[in-house]
Antibody, heavy 117, light 113 residues
């Protein structure tokens, strides 16, 4: 089955860290760009970061630059998002998504990150 | 950054009637190299991830009913649901993937009247 499954979401205090994972199956992982998109409670979609097939190209939304790091392990067909110095405004469902380019035609169900004291 | 503006914020449509959602980008999404518009539409039902409906402004994803259609070019785009069904109640987002960072519209909530 073609799917993406996120994990790692949790309740964390402001200033804390968290690492999200996304496991891919059912497609050729190394063919695709990988992306993280988040959605704050009751809000719209916000693109967070993406990475090309071999990891040589990465980009981030300004609000997470210097705090979040996207990475991938093609041998494990997995995508990661290391999130440091978390802020209350980072609270959201984080979706892993995939596509041949920047357009994402496959999405996971998401994992909830709650930043609160 | 390219700003995506959707209208209306919400609309209520009777079953079987047409629903029209507009999306305007602050810069052209038309590529000179391949003459394609880098614009997509997603549907999101409550508690679900976004579902891709349309890419390249007008290309339906596999399995998407043909009552969904996308049109437009440059900076102005439209998603049309020709005959609204109960399962189409959702929030719809437009999305540009022409220039970094990729951005989304604010969403349009479609309800059944």
């Amino acid at each position: 089955e073609v799917q993406l499954v996120e994990s790692g979401g949790d309740l964390v205090q402001p200033g804390g860290s968290l690492r999200l994972s996304c496991a891919a199956s059912g497609f050729t992982f190394t063919n695709n760009w990988m992306t993280w998109v988040r959605q704050a409670p009751g809000k719209g979609l916000e693109w967070v970061a993406n990475m090309n097939q071999d990891g040589s190209v990465k980009d981030y939304v300004d609000s997470v630059k210097g705090r979040f790091t996207i990475s991938r392990d093609n041998t494990k067909k997995s995508l990661y998002l290391q999130m440091n110095n978390l802020r209350i405004e980072d609270t959201a469902v984080y979706f892993c998504a995939s596509g041949a380019g920047w357009y994402c035609d496959l999405w996971g169900r998401g994992t909830l990150v709650t930043v609160s004291s | 950054d390219i700003v995506m503006t959707q209208s209306p914020d919400s609309l209520a449509v009777s079953l079987g009637e047409r629903a029209t959602i507009n999306c305007k980008s602050s810069q052209s999404l038309l590529s000179n190299s391949n003459n394609k518009n880098y614009l997509a539409w997603y549907q999101q039902r409550p508690g679900q991830p976004p579902k891709p409906l349309i890419s390249w402004a007008s290309t339906r994803e596999s399995g998407v009913p043909d009552r969904f259609s996308g049109s437009g070019s440059g900076t102005d785009f439209t998603l049309t649901i020709s005959s609204l069904q109960a399962e189409d109640a959702a929030i719809y987002y437009c999305h540009q993937y022409h220039s970094g960072p990729p951005t989304f519209g604010g969403g349009t909530k479609v309800e059944i009247k």
